[in-house]
């Protein structure tokens, strides 16, 4: 094999930055699509130059793609994915991967033993900025880490939610602020402070006439020591970026969005400090760069040619998830979770 052939599954509005990012990634060529709804399919293959199959089925039974990219509704992913795998297809499904825990080990399971790579969509692991933090904090310019805090008050229109009947529903969508729109944020401050051991949460819906939370709140005790906090809401207007700060007795660093606001630590930073993010989706889900979409796909890409090491597999994919779920179930028990049980 000399090209990935893609076909992207799901032609709603993520679809579109798959595709653009399909097309700057080299050595990939998208050749196919497939939506439960055919009109949709139809107009999305036709703007895109595309196959439109009639069923998923047939898709995976073609030998024309290589590889899958799922871009269905969050309930789908994880049966979806299962499919294409024993297909001999490989895999690259938006978040979240899973809606259950249980999910997710089935879905790894899958991955282990099919022959092929998976991988979540977690863009914002493949950001400079988030690779700089980590660099800092790999070499102890923080010091130890003290503390925390992940930042996500967002605004989501009612018109958002009846954009599409599975939004804000437990079967379809899994969760609210952190399941849909936070869990990036969740992986990216899981990424960088470690593993947590306990976490209490609340979870709740305000002013959304929809099943699931629109506001959470989570405090967390890591196993390091550092504790920290996650806010997680769709109903902040305006909206704000997302910040993620870390904290530790010699240096913190501020992050929002992909942009590095604050550098106060002893070693250089390689990036500019103190330049407000482009691209906020605060209000505009899609708002978002393309720029980690791209990065992702041209490591997903490089991992089925050349065994290039995959930096979101389906493991990894599994840790936010533990954190989303436990503040739900703290927030449902009043109690706290034990986050060291939840882990494989």
């Not at 089935?106 to 660099?135: H, M, N, T, W």
Request: charged share 25%; net charge negative.
């Amino acid at each position: 094999m000399t090209k990935v052939r893609y076909a992207i599954i799901g032609c709603g509005g993520i679809a579109a930055k798959h595709a653009l990012a399909i097309r700057e990634t080299p050595d990939a060529e998208l050749v196919a699509c497939c939506d439960q709804v055919r009109d949709s399919a139809l107009r999305f293959a036709e703007a895109n130059k595309l196959h439109a199959f009639d069923t998923y089925e047939e898709l995976l039974a073609s030998d024309t793609v290589d590889a899958v990219s799922l871009c269905t509704p969050s309930g789908l992913h994880t049966p979806q994915a299962i499919q294409a795998i024993e297909a001999g297809k490989h895999v690259l499904l938006e978040k979240p991967m899973s809606l259950t825990l249980e999910e997710a080990d089935r879905l790894i399971e899958a991955a282990d033993k099919g022959g092929v790579k998976v991988g979540v969509i977690s863009q914002y692991r493949f950001s400079p900025a988030v690779a700089e933090i980590r660099r800092a904090i790999e070499a102890g310019a923080l010091g130890r880490i003290t503390s925390g805090s992940l930042q996500m008050k967002y605004w989501r229109s009612k018109e958002y939610y009846a954009s599409g009947a599975w939004r804000g529903t437990w079967a379809l969508d899994g969760g609210g602020a952190l399941m849909n729109q936070g869990i990036h944020g969740v992986d990216i401050f899981r990424y960088l402070m470690g593993a947590p051991k306990t976490l209490t949460g609340y979870a709740r819906t305000q002013i959304h006439d929809i099943e699931v939370e629109d506001s959470a709140v989570a405090i967390i005790e890591f196993e390091g020591g550092a504790i920290g906090t996650i806010e997680g809401s769709t109903a902040c207007y305006p909206g704000y970026p997302r910040r993620v700060e870390i904290c530790g007795d010699k240096g913190s660093i501020v992050l929002e969005e992909d942009a590095i606001l604050k550098w106060d630590v002893d070693i250089p930073c390689q990036l500019p400090v103190g330049k407000p993010a482009d691209n906020v989706a605060s209000s505009d889900p899609m708002a978002i760069s393309n720029a980690g979409h791209v990065r992702h796909f041209a490591n997903f890409t490089n991992a089925i040619l050349h065994n290039e090491p995959l930096l979101a597999d389906a493991r990894t994919g599994r840790l936010p998830l533990e954190i989303i779920l436990s503040v739900y179930k703290s927030s449902q028990t009043g109690r706290p979770v034990d986050m060291e049980a939840l882990r494989i």
